[in-house]
């Protein structure tokens, strides 16, 4: 055979993002309820906001009806509300109400403390250059046809 997983990149890339996020979606899951999708939107919304749901999938590659259910459990918590555009108020964006801040606030101090922990496992040098190649793969698939 001259195909190897193992060495198979996106399989590696899969399998450390999947580890990684499954280690950290145990700590905001136990504090604070939410689950991965959930979790993904606030911070959308957080860093972002006011976002529509639109520029959330184009950032996070989520499919638009697990954004809008996610923001709906959102909304039910009162972390994020809707605001209808003036110019069409058949469409609306979404931002954190004064409890959702203080959530995310809370949650991005948690999120920061975990990417600590990972950066004193490789190292701050190789964590630094390993998210610029990230980045710039990244860039190159977006700019290139691949198969």
Do not use: C
């Not at 999708?37 to 976002?51: A, K, S």
């Not at 999938?57 to 039910?76: D, F, G, P, Y």
């Amino acid at each position: 055979m001259g195909f190897d997983l193992e060495n198979f990149l996106p399989y590696r890339l899969y399998q450390v993002a999947e580890q990684t996020s499954q280690a950290f979606y145990q700590h905001y899951r136990e504090k604070y309820g939410l689950g991965r999708t959930e979790w993904r939107v606030l911070f959308n919304v957080g860093q972002y906001g006011p976002i529509s749901a639109v520029d959330i999938s184009r950032r996070s590659n989520l499919e638009k009806t697990k954004i809008s259910r996610a923001a709906q459990r959102l909304t039910e918590r009162d972390w994020v509300r809707r605001v209808y555009l003036q110019s069409d108020r058949r469409r609306h964006q979404l931002e954190l109400t004064r409890e959702g801040v203080k959530v995310f606030r809370e949650l991005s101090k948690l999120a920061a403390t975990y990417n600590q922990q990972l950066e004193d496992v490789i190292g701050a040098e190789r964590s630094k250059a390993l998210i610029e190649e990230l980045k710039a793969l990244e860039e190159s698939i977006l700019d290139t046809d691949l198969v």
